[in-house]
Structure formats: structure tokens, C-alpha cells
């Protein structure tokens, strides 16, 4: 029976095309999902300014989340620097030869005469010298920095900023303007970034007392695998990791560890939503393939086939698509996820210094879904004919089939009762954006609910279509409805990709335009500040809040420091892994920069270790907090701090945040400054003269910019269309793949009618009328394939809509939804028309004669 089911494939290449197309693009997606996956699973990176250290010593970025009797690991936001101390205990440890310290600082390069820094492709990090064999970088002209106030530039640097040994330079580091000496140039390997490296004295004047990384050099004859156990061991219990090979480069950039985690999240919501629609696609199209094979299996039924040889006959062809389709991916997974990994990184969702890994696993689990959906719809799609009576098969292959299945029905109201409780989820559990979690996969159960009971639901939709029809399409029309009514299985099995497409499509896209919109709306409600200044340099100036704040104009102004943290010992008992937003004010501006209420203590008592708690974080933290009370907080960096609660205060719009000093949590950031600089117009001061006036008042400060509301919401908007630009790219992905099995559906529906389209040819009608008539056909499926899309995108987006402002009604404007429509209906009118004008080239005496 295997080696019939291959002879079978070369007298049905249309049906079997169709299905292999399916298999594949559904295994190539499947397979580039889980690329994406393994990638965020191994998140390698390739170390670049400490690639020449064999072993590398720096801070533990994980921390352990505090929960009711659990504990769990999350990745620190902030990078955790070294205590200085353990450069001499790392020293101590037999076989190391070298211990180097690294540190890390933004540098911008001045112009001649002051101005805007120098627009460089890479933002220039400043360094110690003596960390300079790290990489490594050597001297190419002029001598070592020893003194203060001299520089040595990388070779890229002093071509843009044309400056040699013996010019002097100004410089932008960590805020403040320096006049330095160039003394020497260094080069280094072409992939490592602009650097300006200092003499060891201005380095502890810049960034004193801090180390982001030890680079340990072994002894000769020591290996590096065994230091790095060497090292850990005389290091226990001071919170450092030590890496060796490839783990060395997530020491050097620990911003990547939640961009991995953010990529695993990415691949498996994506991943899983695509091997729900490869699932039901596939097993469409092969259940329609086969099942306009019935007379086939009858008559091989009647010459004596048994029902375990047909079986194993329709098996046998699946498995040989599967398998054929698999090997193919497997030629074109990896660059698809390649593919779309690069756009991830082009976009900056993903730091372009992880690694793309695709191994054989993700191969292997594409392979795998193909198959096993190949060989289940093969199966369920053939049981019917093999196991009912010949006679019966053969008289119901040149009958309509009005059956609709007790287990096609029982899937169907499974998938429908998923949905339902997804959609009173998503609208009463979970609230604001995080409900889009529960929407996109309640989308893909109600789609496959209203797939499977279409034979029922189609005849009540396109009911009220057939006086107008009949109206407006005469003859044609009729006989349109009557082949509609007549073919109702496979007229529902056309209307389903057209369901998918409209569905998905419509649905996905409104809930990234919700979310778009409803975080620009918050950020417009919690934005207080009439300008916004912030620096290119790497963070404003020590000194500039102090000096916007004396302007005339001014009312108020608030240094802002962004931030994660955890309360270290929670007696509510239901911690998020998400942590709580840390936000970093100044005391003088904060109340009026801030959207917040204060119901007890006052935000001008925020210095030192003090903190202002939302109302809601303090009941839940102990059981009601006050102003007076002590709580111990973990920051961003896994500093243990015990805070002073000096104000309880109310959030007007967005998430829960704890208030704290902008110095104290500054000084627990990577960037180790604010980020930017809100400011408060004085009464009668308009936002455009307040800009102006800070304009002129900044001018002397390099990199400052100032932007007013505007400017700011609509930088706000333009991250907000990074973050959609994502969703929209998966989205893409699908419908494309729903919109090829479209295609495939409707080309496999046309050529299987050829033997009727001739009959009919022979008593009579013309080429024009049947086209006319399929025509017909194709804008009833249409219209029935997009009002089921509809109710689909309706049932995902009242929920999601009522979890995210209280209003049903989608947000978005009306054009995306008029364009999906009319692509849908302009692409299946156009697909059935054309595929039935093919199916009506061949004569009819030649079709008719066929006994195929």
C-alpha cells in the first residue's frame, strides 16, 4: 500500500500540491518559531571588550523573588557591579596571573568651539587604561595615559573627530564637560565599539569605587575551565557568577538576559498561535483533498480494498507529504528564523549581540507537528470511506453531504467553550494590556468553534442573500444558491480560510491599535510636565535641575530616574516576578511634575533612604503601612535598602509606582544618572515659550535637548510603533500563511468540479454563464467567510476592549478594517474566477470522458 500511495501522488498533483504547500510553509513557520525560541533559551553572546579574558568574574543578575513559601529567579534590570575588595581576592586564587578591572562610562566627543556632540554611528563608552588588554586594544601611536587629564582615542574616533597625539579635546563624560590631551591612539578588532580610554586616576574620579567586570588571566599551565571552578569556589557568598567561553559575553552585556527572556515569550506566544493555525489548516486541507477522493475509495472499496488497506493507503500519502515537506524546511527553517530574528534586532527588540541558534530541536518539533497533524486528518478523513458499505460510499460521493459528525460537532462546542472562558477572562480577571495574553488565543478557539459548525452557520448567513442575488444575478445566481445548498461541506471548507484570514487579521491588528492607543493616553495622563529635557551624552549634567529650576519660567522641575524592584520580605504574599516600578523624583518638583495624589505625609520629604508608597502596595505589603514605617526594598541592582515611608499616595492613571529619591536611585541604575529632566511651566507661561526659554537658557550645555508635550508624546508613540511593528510582523506571518491556504482551497475546489463544469458545457451553457455562475459563488463565500471573521474579530475584541478602558468598542481607525474586508472578498472572488476559468480550458468531451 506505501508504494501505491507514492503512484498515487502523480495522478493527483493538484490535491496533493495544495496539501504539501500547507505542510510546508506550516513547518517552515513552526521551525523558525523555535529558532527564535532556542535562541532567547541559550541567549550566547559573543564577548567583545572582554574577549581576550579567559575567565571573567562579575555580578550575579538574578535575584530570588520572595513569594507566599516559594521563591523565584528573575533576572535583575540593573547591572550589579563588584565590590572593589574582590580584585584582591581574585588575585589570591593559585593559578591566576592577572586580575583586571573593568569599567564602563558614556563619553560623547565635543566639536571644536563647543556645540552638539559628534554624530557617530555608536555611542562611544569611556575606560581605564589598564583594562585596555581586555580586548585587546594596543597602542598604534603615541604612549599610555598616566596623568590626569590625558586621553588615548580608538583609531575609528580620531578619524571622525580628526584629532592626533598632542591635540587637546573636549569631552562629555557621565554628564560633565573635560578638556583632555590626546596622547595615543589605539586600535582594537573592527567589531569592537568606539572607546576613549583614561589614566587609572580619572577613572576613580569619574566612576569611583566601581567595577562592572574582572577579566583573570591564567598562570601558564593553568586552564581556564579549571580556574574558573578555582575562582568560584574562593568567591562563594559574594554574589558573583565566573564565566568562561561563551557565558563570558552575557557578563559583558547582562542587558541581553531579558532580552532572551522577552524572546522565549515572543517565540512561544507566536509559536503557539501558529501551530494552532498550521494544525487546523492543514487538517482542512487535507480532510477537503480526501474528501473529494470518496468515489476514488468506493470503487477501490467495490474491486475488493478492505478498510485497513485504505487506511494505510491514505496514511501512506500523508506521511509521504510530511516527510517531504519536513525535509525541505529543514533546507529553509533556519534561514526563516534567521529572517525574522534580523528584524527583531533591526527594530532593537532584541540586542544585535545574541546570537541566532537554531539546532536541530526546533527542526525536529516542526517536523514533528506536521506529521502528527498529517497523519490524524488522514486519518479522521478517511474513516468514513473505509469503513462504510462501497454501495453506500459510491452513491454518497455523487451526493451532497448534509452530515455534520458527532465528533466534528464535539470539537467544535470544545473550542467554542475554551473561548468562552478566555473572553470572560480576559473582560473580568485580567485587566489593562496584560489581558492581550488571553484575547490572541480566545481569537484562534472561536475561529476554529465557528470553522467547524460553518456547514450549520452558513445556510442561516446566506439565507437573507438569496432574494438580492436572485435579483441582481438572474440565472446565473440561482444556480449559484443551488450549488451553495447542494455542496455545503465543501462550500464551508471554503468560507474557513476566508473566516481565518478576516478573523485573525482583524482581530490581532484592533488589539495592537488598543494597546497603542491606551498607552498613549495614559502616557498623556501621567505626563504632568509641560517640556521634557534630556540629554544625548549619556544623562543630564549634576546641577541642571538645580538650574532649570531658578528660570523665571519655571514652577517646578524633577530629575526622573526609571527603574525595578522588590520588597525583600513580603508578608502579602503575592509578589509579582514583574517587580514594582521604581520612579526616581526630586523632592522640590515632585508633586507637581508627578501624576499622583498625596493622601498622607508629603513627597518633599523624599531624601535620603526615604520612600513614597502607593496606597494599594501599602495595604498589600503589610497589611497597611503608614507614614513612619520601615520597608526593605531589593533595587534594580540587588542593593538591600530600608526605606523610610514619608507619603502614601494615589496614582491618577497607569501602573502602581513607588516614589523614591532621584539620587538615591540613581546612584542603583546602570546609566547611574536621571534619564531626564520634567519640567513645570510658571503660571502664564505657555509650553512654547517655556521651550524657548529653556532653548536659550541650555544652549551652553552640550547634547541638552529640550521638547515640549508634543514632542514627548510623540517620541512616546513613535516606541509604541516599535513595539507594534512586532506584533504586526507576526501578524503578517499568519495571515499569509491563511491567505496562501486560501488560495489552495479554492484552486482545489475549482479543478475538482472540472467533470461537472463539462456536463454542463455539453447540455448547453456557455463558458460565460458557468463563469458568471462561479462567480456568484465566490463573492457568497466571501461575504460569509468575512461576517464570520467578523463576529470572530467581535467576540476576541468586546472583551479585550471592556479589560483595557471599559468601552466594547474596538479602537482604531475604520480603514484597517475596510482594507482587510475588501482584500479578503477582492482576493476570493478573483481566485475563484480564475481557477474556474483554468478548470473550463480543457474540452468537455475530453473532460467528461475521463474516468478520473
Known amino acids: 500500500m506505501f508504494r501505491l500511495a507514492l503512484r498515487t501522488l502523480r495522478f493527483r498533483k493538484g490535491g496533493f500540491a495544495a496539501s504539501f504547500a500547507a505542510l510546508f510553509l506550516g513547518v517552515v513557520i513552526v521551525t523558525a518559531c523555535g529558532g527564535l525560541m532556542e535562541s532567547g533559551i541559550r541567549t550566547e553572546v559573543r564577548p567583545e571588550r572582554l574577549a581576550a579574558a579567559p575567565v571573567v568574574v562579575a555580578g ?52 571644536p568651539g563647543g556645540g552638539a556632540p559628534l554624530p557617530l554611528d555608536e555611542r562611544p563608552a569611556g575606560h581605564a587604561w589598564s583594562s585596555a588588554p581586555l580586548a585587546p586594544y594596543t597602542l598604534s601611536a603615541g604612549r599610555a595615559p598616566g596623568a590626569e587629564g590625558e586621553a588615548v582615542l580608538d583609531t575609528r574616533l580620531a ?72 575562582i568560584a569556589e574562593a568567591l562563594a557568598g559574594h554574589g558573583v557568577t565566573v564565566s568562561t567561553g561563551l557565558d563570558r559575553g552575557q557578563a559583558e552585556f547582562p542587558d541581553v538576559r531579558p532580552a532572551g527572556e522577552t524572546l522565549i515569550v515572543l517565540a512561544a506566544v507566536f509559536g503557539g498561535l501558529a501551530i494552532m493555525v498550521v494544525v487546523f489548516v492543514v487538517a482542512s486541507t487535507l480532510g477537503l483533498s480526501l474528501q473529494q477522493r470518496r468515489r476514488e475509495m468506493a470503487l477501490l472499496r467495490i474491486v475488493g480494498a478492505t478498510p485497513a488497506q485504505l487506511r494505510r493507503l491514505v496514511l501512506g500519502e500523508a506521511v509521504v507529504l510530511a516527510v517531504l515537506a519536513a525535509a525541505l524546511a529543514r533546507l529553509t527553517g533556519a534561514s526563516s528564523g534567521r529572517l525574522l530574528f ?36 488522514a486519518f479522521i478523513a478517511a474513516r468514513g470511506a473505509a469503513t462504510a458499505r462501497p454501495a453506500e460510499t459510491l452513491t454518497e460521493a455523487s451526493l451532497p453531504d448534509r452530515r455534520l459528525g458527532w465528533v466534528r460537532t464535539g470539537c ?19 485587566p489593562g494590556p496584560a489581558a492581550a495574553g488571553t484575547a490572541g488565543p480566545a481569537a484562534m478557539l472561536w475561529a476554529a468553534g465557528l470553522a467547524l459548525l ?56 484592533y488589539l495592537q491599535t488598543a494597546q497603542s492607543a491606551d ?86 520629604a523624599l531624601r535620603g533612604d526615604t520612600v513614597a508608597l502607593d496606597v494599594e502596595h501599602a495595604r498589600r505589603i503589610g497589611g497597611g503601612l503608614g507614614v513612619g514605617d520601615t520597608v526593605t526594598l531589593r533595587l534594580g541592582d540587588g542593593a538591600k535598602v530600608d526605606l523610610k515611608v514619608v507619603a502614601l499616595v494615589t496614582m491618577r492613571a497607569g501602573p502602581k509606582t513607588v516614589l523614591l529619591p532621584a539620587a538615591l536611585l540613581a546612584q542603583h541604575t546602570t546609566a547611574a544618572g536621571p534619564a531626564r529632566v520634567l519640567v513645570r511651566a510658571a503660571p502664564g507661561v505657555g509650553p512654547d515659550r517655556l521651550a524657548a526659554t529653556l532653548t536659550d537658557r541650555l544652549a551652553d550645555r552640550p547634547g541638552v ?57 455539453l447540455i448547453g451553457a456557455d463558458r460565460g454563464r458557468l463563469l458568471r455562475m462561479m462567480g456568484v459563488e465566490g463573492l457568497v463565500i466571501a461575504v460569509v467567510g468575512v461576517l464570520l471573521g467578523t463576529l470572530v474579530a467581535g467576540l476576541t475584541l468586546v472583551p479585550f476592549g471592556i479589560a483595557l478602558d471599559g468601552s466594547p468598542t474596538p479602537t482604531g481607525p475604520l480603514w484597517i478594517y475596510l482594507t482587510v474586508i475588501g482584500s479578503a472578498g477582492a482576493l476570493t472572488l478573483a481566485v475563484t474566477v480564475l481557477s474556474s476559468w483554468f478548470a473550463l480550458r480543457p474540452r468537455p468531451v475530453t473532460v467528461a470522458a475521463d474516468p478520473a
Open 412 to 430: 467544535a462546542l470544545v473550542c467554542l467553550a475554551g473561548a468562552t472562558a478566555l473572553a470572560l477572562v480576559t473582560a473580568i480577571v485580567i
Open 342 to 377: 534580523g528584524r527583531l534586532t533591526a527594530q532593537e527588540v532584541v540586542p544585535d549581540e545574541i546570537v541566532f541558534r537554531q539546532g536541530w530541536i526546533p527542526a525536529a518539533a516542526g517536523a514533528g507537528v506536521g506529521l502528527l497533524t498529517a497523519v490524524v486528518a
Open 60 to 111: 550575579e543578575q538574578s535575584y530570588r523573588v520572595p513569594k507566599s513559601g516559594d521563591a523565584e529567579r528573575v533576572t535583575l534590570p540593573e547591572r550589579v557591579h563588584l565590590d572593589p575588595g574582590l580584585v584582591t581576592a581574585a588575585q589570591a586564587v593559585p593559578g591566576v596571573a592577572e586580575v583586571v578591572p573593568d569599567v564602563s562610562f558614556p563619553v560623547a566627543v565635543l566639536p
Open 705 to 761: 535637548r529640550v521638547a515640549d508635550r508634543d514632542e514627548a508624546a510623540a517620541a512616546q508613540a513613535e516606541q509604541e510603533r516599535t513595539g507594534a511593528w512586532v506584533n504586526y510582523m507576526f501578524v503578517a506571518v499568519i495571515v499569509g500563511y491563511t491567505v496562501i491556504t486560501l488560495v489552495n482551497t479554492l484552486v482545489i475546489a475549482a479543478a475538482e468540479r472540472r467533470r461537472e463544469f463539462a456536463l454542463q458545457r
Open 454 to 509: 460553518s456547514p450549520r452557520i452558513a445556510p442561516i448567513l446566506i439565507a437573507p442573500l438569496r432574494p438580492v442575488l436572485r435579483a441582481v444575478t438572474g440565472n446565473a445566481g440561482h444556480l449559484a444558491l443551488l450549488n451553495v445548498r447542494a455542496r455545503r461541506i465543501r462550500t464551508a471548507a471554503a468560507i474557513t480560510p476566508v473566516m481565518l484570514a478576516t478573523g485573525l487579521a482583524t482581530g490581532m491588528i
Open 159 to 230: 578619524a571622525s573627530a580628526d584629532a592626533k597625539p598632542g591635540d587637546t579635546i573636549d569631552l562629555m563624560v557621565s554628564g560633565a564637560v573635560g578638556r583632555f590631551r590626546v596622547v595615543g591612539l589605539a586600535r582594537g578588532r573592527s567589531a569592537l565599539p568606539p572607546g576613549v580610554f583614561f589614566s587609572d586616576p580619572d577613572v576613580q574620579r569619574i566612576a569611583p569605587q566601581r567595577i562592572d567586570a574582572l577579566g583573570v588571566f591564567p598562570a601558564q599551565g593553568t586552564g581556564a575551565d579549571e580556574l574558573r571552578g578555582r
Open 519 to 604: 498607552a498613549e493616553r495614559v502616557f498623556g495622563e501621567t505626563l504632568r510636565a509641560d517640556a521634557v529635557v534630556t540629554s544625548s551624552t549619556g544623562g543630564p549634567a549634576s546641577g541642571l535641575v538645580e538650574d532649570i529650576r531658578e528660570d523665571p519660567a519655571v514652577a517646578a522641575a524633577s530629575a526622573l530616574v526609571t527603574s525595578i524592584g522588590y520588597v525583600e520580605a513580603p508578608r502579602f504574599g503575592a509578589q509579582s516576578e514583574d517587580g514594582l516600578p521604581l520612579r526616581g523624583v526630586s523632592p522640590a518638583g515632585a508633586a507637581a511634575t508627578t501624576a499622583v495624589s498625596v493622601t498622607a505625609g508629603t513627597l518633599t
